[in-house]
């Protein structure tokens, strides 16, 4: 079993395609109901963190702008940590992430162990 | 203040055979506390041969003249008395051996041994959080809790754990042997510890519970007083001012809930019966009311702990009616709770509230990612979803869940099962 990084990206400024309460309400179970059925297969390494929406990049030239998402579309919305037999078993189980229902998407990138 | 559902003390208006064992069960804790605390674990073995010296005392005495107008307070009297002879033979030893003891030493003051009702609560409070050492395993903490706090004798708790008294007895010694290592003293933690110290007093309380309301033996008398120690345990942290936190308010109204459905959770052959299948009249409304009421004062706090999750979803089982509202709660919360902390337990039971709310095939799907395979109630849960769907698939799972299952109760419960489904097979 190897640990693996999964990162949820999304658009943050969705205007028009911003969902209804009732769809944001589902959403938060379902949220729930998928990281419970990862907990509930000891696959649940740390629940993670969600991030605010606004946030500054520092770059080379140490010129600091509101970011990061002035050049893409989409920013890091949150992340979790899971343990899986291989990439195979860990971007399965990431099919099951809710973010996929508004269009957002899923990073999976093993963690190297020390 | 009595909590209630503990059995009354200090009443002696029944049969005199019965009076001994009683009082075991009530004093012998107490005077061994107190004792304890006067000697330390460095000589542990004085505390309960005194203790027990006492009793033996009483059982001579009293069949020859009697009982005496105040039991509990003779005990004590002879208690002290002993202690006190202990006390008076080993400073007269060291006095002897060691001449620049000055003689003054060989007064023993009047307070020494302390038998008052708030010395014999904070020492049982104080000896809670001395045996519940991190240095001593889960099961020594259980047993010496059930030999000092509650009075168990070795017989039972060797019951408690379907073991041996030589084991138990072994396995006490060495608990004790380390403690008298570990220099640990029967004392109050101090503030900046006590939140530490606390949440393996907490632990161990909650094993404790679960020993009896969940353990393999059919000796359902052994098996609720296990759970009613644990809530009278329990009840003392939260009298003591420092300890009356959160957490232990939610672990108490967890047990509360739990404890409510004693009656109807066990036939009168100590088997199981299952949640859904109970007569819920015989539901303990009482303790309900008392659940609610420390969920109630577990919640002035910001700490939402892992008992404060178990409280609640124990209390969405305190309500009867089967509604979509009720099961949604119970699986969110299980989801909660399986991200705060994994276990196999919870990991089936959050896959039965699925079930509830999603439908069996969705909670079929979900189980067979659970690689729960060697674990018994995992197929007893599978052959439940199957039942509707594919008899073959139940039984399989039942028949393997009757190989893998450890206990007669057990056993003879899934057997049950599989006769129902072979039985409308035939029809």
């Known amino acids: 079993m190897n640990d693996f990084l999964l990162i949820f990206r999304r658009d943050f400024n969705p205007g028009e395609n911003q969902p209804s309460p009732e769809k944001l309400q589902g959403m938060m179970k379902?949220?729930?109901?998928?990281?419970?059925?990862?907990?509930?297969?000891?696959?649940?390494?740390?629940?993670?963190?969600?991030?605010?929406?606004?946030?500054?990049?520092?770059?080379?030239?140490?010129?600091?702008?509101?970011?990061?998402?002035?050049?893409?579309?989409?920013?890091?919305?949150?992340?979790?940590?899971?343990?899986?037999?291989?990439?195979?078993?860990?971007?399965?189980i990431s099919k099951?992430?809710?973010?996929?229902t508004i269009k957002g998407n899923v990073e999976v990138r093993e963690i190297i162990a020390m | 203040m009595a909590f209630f559902f503990f059995k009354e003390e200090g009443h002696f208006d029944m049969q005199n055979d019965k009076i001994l064992p009683h009082l075991f069960r009530t004093e012998y804790r107490k005077i061994v506390a107190v004792l304890y605390r006067h000697f330390g674990f460095e000589y542990p073995e004085i505390a309960e041969d005194i203790a027990s010296d006492t009793f033996l005392t009483a059982a001579e005495t009293w069949g020859l003249k009697g009982l005496p107008e105040n039991p509990a307070a003779w005990l004590y009297t002879v208690a002290r008395n002993k202690a006190k002879d202990y006390l008076k033979r080993d400073t007269l030893f060291k006095h002897k051996v060691t001449p620049a003891i000055q003689p003054e030493s060989l007064q023993i003051p009047e307070t020494a041994i302390d038998l008052s009702e708030q010395n014999i609560n904070d020492s049982q409070l104080q000896m809670l959080f001395a045996i519940c050492h991190p240095a001593l395993s889960v099961e020594a903490q259980i047993g010496l809790a059930l030999r000092i706090l509650c009075?168990?004798?070795?017989?039972?708790?060797?019951?408690?754990?379907?073991?041996?008294?030589?084991t138990i007895n072994k396995r006490l010694f060495r608990a004790k042997e380390k403690l008298k290592e570990k220099k640990v003293k029967i004392e109050f933690p101090g503030e900046g510890e006590i939140g530490s110290r606390l949440a393996t007093v907490l632990q161990t309380l909650y094993l404790l519970f679960n020993?009896?309301?969940?353990?393999?033996?059919?000796?359902?008398?052994?098996?609720?007083?296990?759970?009613?120690?644990?809530?009278?345990?329990?009840?003392?942290?939260?009298?003591?001012?420092?300890?009356?936190?959160?957490?232990?308010?939610?672990?108490?109204?967890?047990?509360?809930?739990?404890?409510?459905?004693f009656e109807a959770r066990m036939d009168e052959n100590g088997e199981i019966i299952r949640y859904d299948e109970q007569d819920t009249t015989l539901w303990n409304k009482e303790l309900i009311t008392k659940g609610k009421y420390y969920l109630n004062q577990a919640t002035k706090g910001d700490i939402i702990s892992k008992y404060h999750l178990e409280a609640i979803i124990a209390y969405w089982?305190?309500?009867?009616?089967?509604?979509?509202?009720?099961?949604?709660?119970?699986?969110?919360?299980?989801?909660?709770?399986?991200?705060?902390?994994?276990?196999?337990?919870?990991?089936?039971?959050?896959?039965?509230?699925?079930?509830?709310?999603?439908?069996?095939?969705?909670a079929i799907a979900e189980a067979e990612k659970l690689q729960l395979k060697g674990n018994h109630l995992y197929h007893v849960l599978l052959g439940h979803l199957y039942k509707d769907t594919d008899q073959q698939k139940a039984i399989d799972h039942l028949q393997t869940a009757l190989k893998l299952a450890k206990t007669a109760a057990e056993k003879s419960r899934i057997a049950k099962d599989l006769n129902s489904l072979t039985a409308v097979k035939v029809i």
């Open chain 1, 96 to 100: 099951g992430c809710p973010i996929l």
């Open chain 2, 317 to 362: 089982h305190t309500i009867k009616e089967d509604n979509p509202e009720k099961w949604e709660n119970i699986l969110q919360l299980y989801n909660r709770l399986l991200i705060t902390a994994y276990s196999p337990v919870a990991a089936l039971n959050r896959t039965y509230a699925l079930s509830k709310v999603r439908g069996k095939a969705a």
């Open chain 2, 211 to 261: 020993e009896g309301y969940y353990s393999a033996s059919k000796n359902t008398i052994l098996r609720k007083d296990l759970c009613l120690e644990a809530m009278r345990l329990c009840y003392l942290l939260i009298e003591y001012k420092l300890s009356n936190v959160p957490e232990v308010n939610a672990l108490l109204s967890l047990m509360c809930f739990h404890a409510s459905r």
């Open chain 1, 30 to 92: 379902d949220w729930q109901d998928w990281m419970g059925g990862i907990a509930a297969q000891n696959k649940l390494v740390d629940p993670g963190n969600r991030l605010a929406g606004d946030g500054k990049v520092v770059r080379a030239d140490k010129v600091i702008t509101n970011g990061p998402y002035v050049e893409i579309k989409e920013a890091i919305g949150g992340y979790i940590v899971i343990r899986a037999e291989s990439m195979d078993e860990a971007a399965e």
């Open chain 2, 151 to 166: 009075g168990f004798g070795i017989d039972e708790v060797a019951d408690a754990f379907l073991s041996n008294k030589e």
